[in-house]
């Protein structure tokens, strides 16, 4: 659909608060549902008069006033999208007022995005469709002196909508489709074109770059690794530089030290965090960004062989550290390793974020609500929550005493990749750490937050697009910025 600022179409959405006395637009209507308890004004709870003798209005819901927020607004105008395609409506318009404690171009924004995201559907493989798309352009009828504002917050909304929408569609195909080098080739497709260097390094120079750990966990499959660096240069005056790591197995049997027949159907979603990185790209570049970003994917696959890496191996890293493999299915974090090394020392990032589907330990700790994340800065890491509250993509910071380092220290080498059951998130972390050569660093475990087994408000059964909103609005530095109350 089209959000339009102005005047128009055919369905008029009024909001309601929950216990609101009275509604001017349609005050006999309001009276006849509050009288009876149809229509109570909770958040998300729609009412529809739509028919050729109705009022052609549709009753939405906010909650209470004063719990009022960004992210409830995205839920009830995802509930109000959907209820717009149930009766095929083709154009409606709400007016916008001004919301006490909230900035009015981020209102529009909000109310913005939950509409487009009630759009999205993964069905390229459904014989027939079942999600059809009906609503063709959608009016807010905004204050006249905030037009301007709100039409930029629209555009810029439109922008990181079509990131998620293409992070989701990565995540969601499965691993016959988008293999390593199928990975590679969708970044550059997606990205050239809007101005973004994107450079696919193959298994010759990943060999000649000195990264053993990813090549070992690579070794198992017949489709070789690849490297993918993608550059924003948007400040050519600035020498600061963000480095975007995204987790980059297409698909992770866990080697030798096998999953559970069950737990490896969705293992094509082990690549979401590379999904978000190549997705926040392309919403950076159409947004034209001032920053330096540079997104950093080692893809491959983690399968067996005769050829594939055993556990008790010993295997080296670009920083010349050497790990102990006490579990192939600890492999995303060897592949991080050396990619994160690479994002300090070749790249010269000063700041450094990585994504990965890391540890099902953070699913048990964390479920599927919260981020976790590990640090070494908590500046950044307070530019990350600051982000994250934003974006409504909540991220809970884990502990990192010393403790923690002990359990991932090396007998025979100097590190082991995994430091055992407890702490596994923590461990996992912190084991990245030792590849950020004391660059600020967070490290963001997206295991339970990138993938859904069933929807949850306006985010989807299977890929979320988690945290793609959290990265935009870190790169562009989310503080205050661009609010007019």
């Known amino acids: 659909m089209k959000i339009l600022v102005g005047k128009g179409g055919g369905i008029k959405v009024l909001l309601v608060f929950k216990g609101q006395d009275k509604l001017d637009s349609s005050p006999e209507l309001y009276s006849y549902l509050k009288e009876r308890e149809i229509f109570k004004g909770t958040c998300g709870e729609i009412y529809s008069d739509i028919s050729p003798k109705g009022n052609n209005v549709i009753l939405l819901g906010l909650g209470e006033e004063e ?11 995802y509930k109000l999208g959907k209820e717009l395609m149930k009766y095929k409506v083709e154009s409606a318009e709400v007016e916008v007022p001004k919301f006490e404690n909230l900035c009015y171009r981020k209102t529009n924004m909000a109310i913005a995005e939950g509409l487009l995201q009630s759009e999205y559907a993964f069905e390229k493989y459904l014989s027939e469709k079942k999600t059809k798309p009906t609503v063709k352009e959608f009016f807010l009828n905004v204050l006249e002196d905030k037009k301007d504002k709100v039409e930029e917050g629209i555009e810029e909304i439109n922008n990181i909508i079509e990131g998620i929408f293409l992070a989701r569609d990565l995540v969601n195909e499965p691993a016959m489709a988008i293999t390593p080098v199928e990975l590679a080739k969708r970044a550059k497709e997606e990205l050239t074109s809007l101005g973004i260097e994107v450079e696919v390094y193959g298994k010759d120079k990943i060999e000649e770059m000195g990264m053993k750990a990813f090549l070992a966990v690579s070794k198992g499959s017949a489709i070789p690794p690849q490297f993918i660096v993608m550059k924003w240069n948007g400040d050519s005056a600035s020498e600061e530089k963000l480095a975007l790591v995204g987790k980059g197995l297409t698909y992770d ?17 082990d690549m979401a965090g590379s999904a978000s990185v190549i997705g926040v790209m392309k919403s950076i570049a159409k947004s034209k960004l001032n920053k330096n970003v540079v997104a950093i994917v080692a893809a491959c696959e983690n399968l067996i062989s005769g050829e594939a890496y055993k556990p008790g191996d010993i295997v080296g890293s670009m920083a010349g550290k050497t790990i102990e493999v006490l579990s192939t299915d600890a492999e995303g974090r060897l592949t991080l390793a050396d990619a994160l090394w690479y994002a300090a020392t070749v790249e010269k990032a000063n700041q450094i974020v990585d994504i990965a589907t890391l540890t099902g330990a953070c699913v048990v700790a964390l479920g599927s609500i919260n981020t976790g994340a590990v640090t070494n800065d908590e500046s950044l890491m307070n530019k990350v929550k600051d982000a994250a509250e934003l974006a409504g993509e909540p991220v809970w910071q884990m502990p990192s005493n010393d403790e923690y380092r002990d359990l991932i220290k090396g007998t025979v080498g100097d590190l082991k990749n995994t430091g055992g059951r407890g702490a596994g998130t923590i461990t996992a972390g912190l084991f990245l750490e030792e590849f950020v050569n004391n660059t600020p660093w967070v490290h963001l475990d997206i295991a339970g937050t990138a993938f859904l087994s069933s929807e949850r408000g306006y985010l989807p059964k299977g890929a979320t697009g988690v945290p793609v909103k959290t990265l935009y609005h870190l790169a562009k530095g989310c503080k205050g910025e661009g609010c007019n109350h």
């Open 253 to 269: 049997s866990g080697g030798y030290s096998i999953k559970p027949g069950d737990s490896m159907i969705d293992m094509y979603n």
């Open 67 to 77: 719990k009022l927020t960004l992210e409830s607004l995205r839920k009830a105008f």
